[in-house]
């Protein structure tokens, strides 16, 4: 007798149902980005300035002369990206994805080569060309990413699962990073191993490919990825017009400061923090597993997102979480010493602020592709690879503003990377206090962005919502005719 096949549940259009796959799937392919993006964020600054001692002002100095690379590499190759019409075998979001991939593998591993003892021109030059390549496949990876989930459904309560599952692979991309690197990269003086770094390059960046290709594989695309223009005149894309869109999109503009906001404060605290340990607690190794107390909240109110958002809306959500870790980056001012008391009470602050943080970091994405789709309400145009990757150039703009600018900071504040985790006692309390201000200045301005910039609210979604659901339908019946 042979064996029933299960037959695949479609729905109205002829595509699989949507269902957790696609969650699984997306999610899969953020912690690919996030087997790069963490291991680079969390560790290049200690790797550079005291396991390669480049010193604190060539560090800064080199950092920002990289991003402005971005100028160029994130709204060009959106603009490519979006202007690309041609027929690829996987699909266009697909077919790129898989080279950003590939080339984030070998970029991140060239980046983390471990020759403290080379000259310093030499160690210059891998920094800059590591960091230029690296960030030039993450973009080419990062960007059809963060758009796809436009293309793989319109409906709102399913975006907000796609992108609460996305920060669930953000969030294991980051455990491992975060937590693993400073017990298996810091020895018992608390300095750090670069070989060590190496090896974990390695390992990270084929878990990331392999997690790239689960989702290639997997994910459902359910919306013409060409629908570049929606309108019945058919124009040229003009990537300056496209530009001058995004500054006129409250929504896209608001979701991007506040992502900002998150990069400058928390990515830029990241040396800071890891110095705070090393020379304050006196601790480098459980740094990360305390900074990964700040997102076990997140699966308090996990359960519970969907029935959250479609109650209060998405932007209400994050507002109300954002102020919530503005009370807990306020904790950190407590004073609380270097002991066991400090040490609590630095967990607690996290606690809120991680609370808090939740929200909006389990709800972000949704925001941009409410933000994506309002481009299109507004000026008939689905520009989703220019929109998405001028958010992402901002995004990574702070990525690159936040450290070089608090690198800087630490120096005046007495920090001295040849030094390594021997800083005086004056100069790890600085970084205490430097990273409650990090903190608190985050978590305000990502409140102001999204209660007070951010203007797609509930009621204002659904009908958007609604209207290009009937666009798109009459679209597709006149190319049908």
């Given amino acids: 007798m042979a064996k029933k096949v299960k037959e695949k549940k479609l729905d109205a259009n002829g595509y699989r149902k949507f269902g957790m796959l696609d969650k699984v799937s997306y999610a899969a392919g953020d912690l690919g980005c996030n ?5 680079k964020s969390s560790i290049m600054a200690i790797f550079w300035t005291q396991f390669m001692a480049l010193g604190e002002e060539m560090y800064a100095t080199l950092l920002l002369i990289v991003q402005a690379w971005d100028a160029i590499n994130d709204p060009l190759l959106g603009s490519l990206f979006d202007a690309d019409k041609r027929k690829y075998k996987r699909g266009k979001f697909k077919t790129y994805i898989f080279i950003g991939a590939l080339g984030l593998l070998f970029s991140g591993l060239f980046f983390f080569l471990p020759l403290p003892n080379a000259p310093l021109a030499m160690r210059c030059i891998l920094f800059v060309l590591g960091y230029v390549l690296w960030d030039a496949f993450y973009t080419v990876a990062n960007v059809p990413y963060g758009s796809m989930m436009s293309v793989i459904t319109t409906d709102g309560a399913e975006r907000s699962e796609l992108s609460t599952w996305r ?16 017990i298996i990269c810091y020895d018992a003086s608390n300095e750090l191993k670069g ?5 974990a390059a390695i390992i990270m960046g084929v878990i990331g490919l392999i997690s790239f290709i689960f ?5 459902e695309i359910r919306v013409e990825e060409n629908s570049v223009v929606i ?14 869109n995004f500054m006129k999109n409250r929504a896209a503009v608001g979701a991007t400061l506040a992502a900002m ?15 705070l340990f090393q020379s304050y607690f006196g601790n480098a190794k459980i740094s990360g597993i305390i900074m990964l107390i700040s997102y076990l909240p997140m699966f308090l109110f996990m359960p519970f997102l969907k029935k959250i958002v479609n109650k209060y809306g998405k932007k209400e959500a994050c507002a109300a979480g954002a102020a919530v870790s503005t009370f ?6 407590l004073p609380l010493g270097n002991g066991t008391a400090g040490l609590i009470g630095y967990v607690v602050a996290q606690v809120f602020f991680g609370l808090g943080l939740g929200f909006y970091t389990c709800v972000s994405w949704a925001l941009m592709a409410d933000a994506i789709d309002y481009n299109e309400w507004k000026n008939h145009t689905k520009e989703e690879g220019t929109v998405y990757s001028l958010h992402s150039f901002f995004r990574k703009l702070a990525q690159g ?3 070089s600018a608090v690198i800087a900071i630490m120096g005046l504040l007495g920090y001295d990377g040849k030094l390594g985790a021997a800083q005086p006692f004056e100069v790890a309390e600085n970084m205490k206090w430097l990273v409650a201000a990090l903190y608190t200045f985050s978590a305000a301005v990502m409140f102001i962005s999204i209660a007070f910039v951010y203007d797609l609210n509930k009621k204002k979604v659904a009908e958007m919502s609604a209207e290009l659901e009937e666009r798109r339908a009459a679209a597709k019946i006149a190319d049908a005719e």
């Fill in 35 to 39: 087997m790069s993006f963490a291991l």
């Fill in 167 to 182: 920060s669930i692979g953000s969030m294991f991309g980051n455990i491992v990073p975060m937590v693993v690197l400073p």
């Fill in 195 to 199: 070989e060590v770094v190496f090896i």
């Fill in 215 to 219: 989702m290639l594989k997997t994910t």
């Fill in 231 to 244: 309108s019945e005149k058919k124009q040229k894309f003009n990537p300056i017009k496209a530009f001058g």
């Fill in 261 to 275: 906001a998150m990069f400058i404060g928390m990515q830029g605290s990241t040396s800071a923090t890891t110095v």
């Fill in 328 to 333: 807990g980056a306020l904790l950190l001012f």
């Fill in 401 to 403: 503003i936040g450290p």
